[in-house]
């Protein structure tokens, strides 16, 4: 069977279809952006179960994956910047470090050899470590991320005084986790930083 036809690819492929979907919708029907954009999250839980499960993990599932995630934050955040035009530069700043952090840590994984983006040295922040060696944290990271930015898109529709307390309770919680996401990104950039910079000094060594 080809890579491509692999269960977990095939998922990465719906989630593809239902993020356009979603994109189209966003400025018009937020019912109908909401149900596409949280099943493509719930779809991002199965794929690694399904790859797992049915020994089709690959090199191309993990980038697929990778680049639908990140497609998906930027599109909402996109629509955020039109919504919340005042917090631009808020919303700027998180794509910058989240793009940045992702691709660093992804080509540094690809430069030392690893198998998986999400193999981490034991000597590497331990902040990093947690986050990918604890399925719990993981989740819980990535889940209070995409529901802060989901709330903040569906407040510009219901902004209604009867929503505010619920509301603003979801968006303090939420807030706490986005900062965290915030220092895992800059996590990121230490760790690959310094591992790019071990894998350079190497390649200088060899060649003296």
């Known amino acids: 069977m080809s890579v491509f036809l692999f269960v977990p690819n095939i998922l990465g492929y719906i989630r593809i279809v239902l ?16 149900l596409t954009y949280v099943l493509s999250c719930l779809l991002d839980a199965f794929d690694g179960y399904a790859a797992r499960s049915l020994n089709q993990s690959t090199k191309f599932g993990a980038m697929l994956d990778m680049i639908v995630d990140r497609c998906s934050t930027m599109c909402l955040l996109g629509c955020l910047i039109y919504f919340y035009p005042s917090y631009m530069f808020f919303f700027q700043v998180v794509m910058i470090v989240d793009i940045a952090s992702h691709w660093l840590h992804l080509h540094s994984s690809v430069l030392s050899g690893s198998s998986s983006h999400k193999i981490v040295d034991l000597n590497s922040n331990q902040f990093l470590r947690l986050y990918y060696t604890n399925k719990v944290v993981l989740f819980l990271m990535c889940a209070g991320n995409e529901l802060f930015y989901t709330m903040l ?3 510009h ?4 005084p009867k929503r505010f307390f619920i509301r603003s309770l ?19 950039h230490c760790v690959t930083f310094k591992n790019i910079t071990k894998l350079g000094c190497t390649e200088v060594q060899v060649v003296l």
Do not use: Q
């Open 19 to 34: 993020l356009l979907v979603a994109c189209f919708f966003m400025r018009s029907s937020c019912e109908i952006t909401l």
């Open 153 to 155: 898109y569906v407040s």
């Open 157 to 160: 529709f219901y902004p209604g």
């Open 170 to 188: 979801l968006l303090d919680w939420n807030s706490c986790w986005k900062r965290s996401g915030l220092i895992h990104s800059l996590c990121f």
